[in-house]
């Protein structure tokens, strides 16, 4: 029990679906940050929010949306995936910025994409 | 492009016996960090270490940061079956205090 929960653990979805995947912590943090994890590959930061606002968006292509209603939950949206998209997404929460203090990870949602 | 670098790619190593990893980054940091992550799971924070440090201790482990050479190594002695893992650096930059970027990481196998 990490205090920062994924669902669903695993999905595999077609080319055309739409699926979302969801984050909460429980930790009372104000940061909220979705990772992408590929085979040999480092992890990728997607998206960064600090109270609710977007601080970073990392290049990520319009095919994956994210939304932060609130400082404890947050979704990652997924229309049109490609099969390259397949990988391990960590989400995680941080009370303060990591340039000061450490992050909290779930155990990430394991998307296959067909 | 990435910002910290582990080194090496690969360690295997027998129980009891300690292991060494090095982390190579490339501009000025405020902190470094090191995550461990169990196959297929999540990271788990270990250490944060702060750009006025030199050295940190915090159980089996100890790192050690060098930010005249922009390197730091984790050292995990007396090692176990169960340390049996990935290990990640890293560090923020690129002007935004929310971008921490990993490495590739060291995957450290710790034979019984």
């Known amino acids: 029990e990490t205090g920062v929960t994924q669902t669903p653990r695993h999905l595999v979805m077609g080319m055309t679906n739409k699926k979302s995947l969801k984050c909460e912590q429980h930790?009372?943090?104000?940061?909220m940050y979705w990772y992408k994890q590929s085979a040999k590959k480092p992890l990728e930061l997607m998206f960064v929010y600090s109270l609710e606002e977007r601080v970073e968006n990392n290049s990520v292509p319009s095919r994956f949306s994210p939304e932060c209603p609130n400082s404890s939950h947050l979704f990652l949206h997924l229309h049109t995936l490609q099969p390259e998209d397949s990988a391990l997404y960590l989400c995680?929460?941080?009370?303060?910025?990591?340039?000061?203090?450490?992050?909290?990870f779930g155990e990430g949602s394991r998307l296959t994409v067909l | 492009s990435q910002q910290g670098e582990e080194d090496p790619q690969a360690l295997s190593i027998q129980e009891g016996e300690n292991a060494t990893m090095n982390c190579s980054y490339k501009?000025?940091?405020?902190?470094l960090q090191w995550y461990r992550q169990n196959s297929g799971r999540g990271l788990v924070h270990l250490i944060l270490?702060?750009?006025?440090?030199r050295e940190k201790h915090s159980g089996r482990l100890r790192v050690t940061l060098d930010t005249s050479k922009k390197s730091s190594s984790l050292l995990i002695t007396a090692s176990r079956a169960a340390d049996t893992a990935s290990y990640f650096c890293a560090t923020v930059g690129g002007g935004s205090n929310y971008k921490l970027t990993f490495g590739k990481g060291t995957l450290l196998t710790v034979n019984p």
């Open positions: 930790l009372g943090h104000n940061a």
């Open positions: 270490i702060r750009s006025n440090e």
């Open positions: 995680a929460s941080s009370q303060r910025e990591p340039s000061t203090g450490e992050l909290f």
């Open positions: 501009t000025s940091i405020n902190n």
